[in-house]
């Protein structure tokens, strides 16, 4: 139980950093300052989220070991 369910949100978290990375490659999109301002803070959390999952998976790996 411990790696699979991470294996299978970690790259959930990947898709949405690409799909907000290219939200902002849209100039209509990023137009709207509200829209861009959440967007980026979305972004941050989204790569907060990405970079824990990675963590605690290599922590159940060395665990593991």
């Known amino acids: 139980v411990g790696v699979f369910p991470i294996g299978v949100l970690a790259p959930e978290a990947e898709q949405a950093v690409e799909a907000i990375h290219k939200d902002l490659e849209d100039p209509e999109f990023t137009s709207d300052p509200k829209r861009l ?3 980026c803070a979305a972004l941050s959390d989204a790569q907060s989220r990405v970079e824990q999952l990675y963590a605690r998976w290599k922590e ?6």
């Open 60 to 65: 159940l790996e060395e665990r593991q070991r």
């Open 37 to 39: 301002h959440d967007s």
